[in-house]
C-alpha cells in the first residue's frame, strides 16, 4: 500500500486528539471517532485508505469478541437469554430479511441473493457506543447487559446469513431449509470448536508462571478459536466468544494477581486502540466508496439509504414493542413477571440498535466477480448503502441517546451494585477471621501476628456489617473515611520522598518503578 507510513501514522494521531475531543465534549468517541474519519477524508492531498476486508474481519474481530465474551456478566446475561438469543438470533433474521425485501423492491435489478446480503450484513448491532452512554448516565445494568449480550451473540447469526447469500450470488443456489441448516451447524461448529481451544489454552496456562508468555497466550486465545473455525466452515465468531466465556470462567483458577492486574492493563489498552482504528477507518471510507457510484444520481442514493436505514430501524422498533408480548403471552410464571421491562427500557433498547465496524467490514468482504467472472451485481452500492445505515444509526442514535435516557428516566441508583459489593466484602472478611482461627494452630504463626490481623478483620467485619444493616451507632464509617484520608496523605508522602532520591540519583528507575506500584497497589485499596 502507498503512503502505508504515513496513513499509520495519520491514523494513530487521530484517535489520539478525536479521542480527547470526544472526552472534552462528552461524547462517546465512537461517534467522534467515525465523523472525524470523515472529516479528515475530505481534506485535499488526504491518501486514500484502501482496507483489506479479510484482513480486518481476521486482524481485529477476533481479539474485540474475545474481550467482550471474558469480561461479560454471565450472571446476568443468563438471566435474560431468552431476551438476548431471541434478539441475537431472530431480530437478526427479521431484520435481513425485511431489508432484502425493501431492497429488492426498490432498487432496480438487484438480485434476491444480494439483496440478502445486504440485509445480512445491516443486521447485527455494535454495542460499544451504547453502552458507554448509558453506563455514563447510570442506566440500569440489566440494560447495559442486554445490549452488550445482543451485540456479543448476533454477529455469528448475521454472518452465516451472509455467506449463504453470497454463495448463492456468485453462483451457488439458495435454499431456506439449507441456510436454517447452516445456522445450527455453524453454531454448534464454532462453539464446540471454541471450547476444545479453550480447554487446551487454559491446561497450558494452568502450568505457566510467567506473566508476559500468559498475556502473550491471553492475546492469541481469540485468533486461535476464530482462524480454525474459520477454516472448517463453521462460525470463527462463535469460537471466539465460546472461548473468551471459558477462559473467562476458569480465570480464577489459572490467573496469579499479576497476571490480572497486568493483563487487564493491557487488555484495555488493546480494545480502545483496535475500536478506535476501526472507527477512524469507517470515517475515511467514504471517498472510496462514493467515487464509485458514478451511475446514481444523489437524490436516487439518498432515497435508497434512507430506505434501507428506516427498513433496518423499524423492523427493531416492531420486534422491540411485539415479542415481549408474545412471551409474556406463552410464559405466565411469576419469575418471569418480576423480569418484565415497561416501554421505557424496551424503547432505550431499540434506540441504542447502533452499527458499527463488523458491517462495514462484511460489506467490504463481498467478493469483486462471480463464479462467471462477471462483476458481482451492485457491490459498491451495497458498500454505500452499509455505511450509510452506520452512520445513520451510529450518529443520529448515538448523538440522540443520552437525551433519550434523560427524558424517559431510565436511570438506576446503583444501590443493588452497592449492596452486592458490601455483601462480598463482609464475606471476605468473615473469611479471612475464620482462616486466621485455624492459622492460629499452626507453629509458624506468632500470636501478636494473628491478633493485629484479627483486630483488622474485625474491624471490617463490623464496618460491613453497619452497612448492611443500615445501622452505624459508633460512627465506624466516618472513622474509616477519616483513617483512609490519612492513609492516602502517607501514602502521597512516601511517593514524593521516593521520587525526590530518583530525581537527585540515588535510586534507580527500576526501583522507583517497583515502590512505586507497591504503594499505587495499597492506594487503589482506598474506597475514597
Same mark, same amino acid.
Given at each position: 500500500?502507498?503512503?502505508?507510513?504515513?496513513?499509520?501514522?495519520?491514523?494513530?494521531?487521530?484517535?489520539?486528539?478525536?479521542?480527547?475531543?470526544?472526552?472534552?465534549?462528552?461524547?462517546?468517541?465512537?461517534?467522534?471517532?467515525?465523523?472525524?474519519?470523515?472529516?479528515?477524508?475530505?481534506?485535499?492531498?488526504?491518501?486514500?485508505?484502501?482496507?483489506?476486508?479479510?484482513?480486518?474481519?481476521?486482524?481485529?474481530?477476533?481479539?474485540?469478541?474475545?474481550?467482550?465474551?471474558?469480561?461479560?456478566?454471565?450472571?446476568?446475561?443468563?438471566?435474560?437469554?431468552?431476551?438476548?438469543?431471541?434478539?441475537?438470533?431472530?431480530?437478526?433474521?427479521?431484520?435481513?430479511?425485511?431489508?432484502?425485501?425493501?431492497?429488492?423492491?426498490?432498487?432496480?435489478?438487484?438480485?434476491?441473493?444480494?439483496?440478502?446480503?445486504?440485509?445480512?450484513?445491516?443486521?447485527?448491532? !455494535?454495542?460499544?457506543?451504547?453502552?458507554?452512554?448509558?453506563? #455514563?448516565?447510570?442506566?440500569?445494568?440489566?440494560?447495559?447487559?442486554?445490549?452488550?449480550?445482543?451485540?456479543?451473540?448476533? !454477529?455469528?447469526?448475521?454472518?452465516?446469513?451472509?455467506?449463504?447469500?453470497?454463495?448463492?450470488? *456468485?453462483?451457488?443456489?439458495?435454499?431456506?431449509?439449507? @441456510?436454517?441448516?447452516?445456522?445450527?451447524?455453524?453454531?454448534?461448529?464454532? *462453539?464446540?470448536?471454541?471450547?476444545?481451544?479453550?480447554?487446551?489454552?487454559?491446561?497450558?496456562?494452568?502450568?505457566?508462571?510467567?506473566?508476559?508468555?500468559?498475556?502473550?497466550?491471553?492475546?492469541? @486465545?481469540?485468533?486461535?478459536?476464530?482462524?480454525?473455525?474459520?477454516?472448517?466452515?463453521?462460525?470463527?465468531?462463535?469460537?471466539?466468544?465460546?472461548?473468551?466465556?471459558?477462559?473467562?470462567?476458569?480465570?480464577?483458577?489459572?490467573?496469579?494477581?499479576?497476571? #490480572?492486574?497486568?493483563?487487564?492493563?493491557?487488555?484495555?489498552?488493546?480494545?480502545?486502540?483496535?475500536?478506535?482504528?476501526?472507527?477512524?477507518?469507517?470515517?475515511?471510507?467514504?471517498?472510496?466508496?462514493?467515487?464509485?457510484?458514478?451511475?446514481?444520481?444523489?437524490? @436516487?442514493?439518498?432515497?435508497?439509504?434512507?430506505?434501507?436505514?428506516?427498513?433496518?430501524?423499524?423492523?427493531?422498533?416492531?420486534?422491540?414493542?411485539t415479542t415481549p408480548y408474545i412471551v409474556r403471552a406463552l410464559d405466565r410464571r411469576p419469575?418471569?413477571?418480576?423480569?418484565?421491562?415497561?416501554?421505557?427500557?424496551?424503547?432505550?433498547?431499540?434506540?441504542?440498535?447502533?452499527?458499527?465496524?463488523?458491517?462495514?467490514?462484511?460489506?467490504?468482504?463481498?467478493?469483486?466477480?462471480?463464479?462467471?467472472?462477471?462483476?458481482?451485481?451492485?457491490?459498491?452500492?451495497? *458498500?454505500?448503502?452499509?455505511?450509510?445505515?452506520?452512520?445513520?444509526?451510529?450518529?443520529?442514535?448515538?448523538?440522540?441517546?443520552?437525551?433519550?435516557?434523560?427524558?424517559?428516566?431510565?436511570?438506576?441508583?446503583?444501590?443493588?451494585?452497592?449492596?452486592?459489593?458490601?455483601?462480598?466484602?463482609?464475606?471476605?472478611?468473615?473469611?479471612?477471621?475464620?482462616?486466621?482461627?485455624?492459622?492460629?494452630?499452626?507453629?509458624?504463626?506468632? !500470636?501478636?501476628?494473628?491478633?493485629?490481623?484479627?483486630?483488622?478483620?474485625?474491624?471490617?467485619?463490623?464496618?460491613?456489617?453497619?452497612?448492611?444493616?443500615?445501622?452505624?451507632?459508633?460512627?465506624?464509617?466516618?472513622?474509616? *473515611?477519616?483513617?483512609?484520608?490519612?492513609?492516602r496523605s502517607v501514602l502521597e508522602a512516601q511517593r514524593a520522598a521516593i521520587w525526590d532520591?530518583?530525581?537527585?540519583?540515588?535510586?534507580?528507575?527500576?526501583?522507583?518503578?517497583?515502590?512505586? #506500584?507497591?504503594?499505587?497497589?495499597? !492506594?487503589?485499596?482506598?474506597?475514597?
Amino acid at each position: 500500500m502507498e503512503h502505508l507510513s504515513e496513513i499509520v501514522l495519520g491514523v494513530m494521531v487521530a484517535v489520539v486528539a478525536l479521542s480527547v475531543l470526544a472526552r472534552v465534549a462528552g461524547v462517546p468517541y465512537p461517534i467522534v471517532l467515525v465523523i472525524g474519519g470523515l472529516v479528515i477524508s475530505l481534506i485535499p492531498g488526504v491518501p486514500e485508505v484502501h482496507m483489506n476486508p479479510d484482513l480486518v474481519l481476521a486482524l481485529f474481530l477476533p481479539p474485540l469478541l474475545y474481550s467482550a465474551a471474558f469480561f461479560a456478566n454471565l450472571r446476568d446475561i443468563r438471566a435474560d437469554l431468552r431476551s438476548i438469543s431471541l434478539a441475537a438470533v431472530g431480530l437478526v433474521i427479521a431484520t435481513a430479511v425485511v431489508v432484502a425485501v425493501v431492497a429488492h423492491a426498490l432498487i432496480d435489478g438487484m438480485p434476491w441473493a444480494v439483496a440478502f446480503a445486504l440485509g445480512a450484513i445491516v443486521a447485527p448491532t !455494535d454495542p460499544l457506543a451504547a453502552t458507554t452512554i448509558a453506563q #455514563r448516565l447510570g442506566a440500569p445494568r440489566r440494560l447495559v447487559t442486554i445490549i452488550e449480550g445482543e451485540g456479543l451473540l448476533n !454477529d455469528g447469526t448475521a454472518l452465516v446469513i451472509y455467506r449463504v447469500a453470497i454463495a448463492a450470488a *456468485i453462483g451457488g443456489g439458495f435454499s431456506a431449509g439449507e @441456510t436454517v441448516l447452516r445456522l445450527f451447524s455453524s453454531a454448534a461448529g464454532g *462453539i464446540a470448536i471454541g471450547l476444545a481451544v479453550a480447554w487446551v489454552i487454559a491446561e497450558v496456562r494452568r502450568r505457566l508462571d510467567d506473566v508476559p508468555v500468559e498475556i502473550t497466550i491471553s492475546l492469541a @486465545t481469540g485468533y486461535a478459536a476464530f482462524l480454525p473455525a474459520e477454516a472448517a466452515g463453521v462460525s470463527g465468531v462463535l469460537a471466539a466468544v465460546t472461548a473468551g466465556i471459558y477462559m473467562g470462567w476458569r480465570s480464577p483458577d489459572i490467573s496469579t494477581p499479576s497476571m #490480572r492486574m497486568q493483563g487487564s492493563a493491557v487488555w484495555q489498552t488493546l480494545q480502545f486502540l483496535l475500536n478506535a482504528v476501526l472507527f477512524v477507518l469507517i470515517g475515511l471510507q467514504l471517498p472510496v466508496v462514493v467515487e464509485n457510484l458514478g451511475g446514481y444520481s444523489t437524490t @436516487t442514493i439518498i432515497g435508497y439509504a434512507a430506505a434501507v436505514a428506516g427498513a433496518a430501524v423499524g423492523t427493531r422498533f416492531i420486534w422491540v414493542n411485539t415479542t415481549p408480548y408474545i412471551v409474556r403471552a406463552l410464559d405466565r410464571r411469576p419469575q418471569q413477571r418480576a423480569r418484565r421491562a415497561d416501554w421505557r427500557l424496551r424503547f432505550v433498547i431499540f434506540w441504542a440498535g447502533m452499527r458499527g465496524a463488523v458491517s462495514l467490514a462484511a460489506a467490504l468482504a463481498i467478493p469483486l466477480e462471480t463464479d462467471a467472472g462477471a462483476p458481482f451485481p451492485q457491490r459498491d452500492l451495497v *458498500i454505500f448503502l452499509t455505511f450509510a445505515v452506520i452512520l445513520v444509526t451510529l450518529v443520529a442514535q448515538g448523538l440522540t441517546l443520552p437525551t433519550v435516557i434523560r427524558v424517559l428516566r431510565v436511570h438506576d441508583d446503583g444501590s443493588a451494585e452497592q449492596q452486592e459489593e458490601v455483601t462480598a466484602r463482609l464475606a471476605a472478611a468473615d473469611a479471612a477471621l475464620a482462616r486466621l482461627d485455624e492459622l492460629q494452630e499452626e507453629d509458624w504463626t506468632r !500470636d501478636d501476628t494473628i491478633e493485629r490481623m484479627r483486630a483488622l478483620f474485625q474491624y471490617r467485619q463490623r464496618r460491613f456489617a453497619a452497612r448492611v444493616d443500615g445501622d452505624d451507632p459508633e460512627g465506624i464509617e466516618t472513622r474509616s *473515611i477519616a483513617f483512609q484520608r490519612t492513609q492516602r496523605s502517607v501514602l502521597e508522602a512516601q511517593r514524593a520522598a521516593i521520587w525526590d532520591l530518583q530525581r537527585r540519583g540515588v535510586i534507580s528507575n527500576d526501583v522507583t518503578h517497583r515502590l512505586e #506500584r507497591e504503594l499505587d497497589l495499597e !492506594d487503589e485499596r482506598l474506597e475514597i
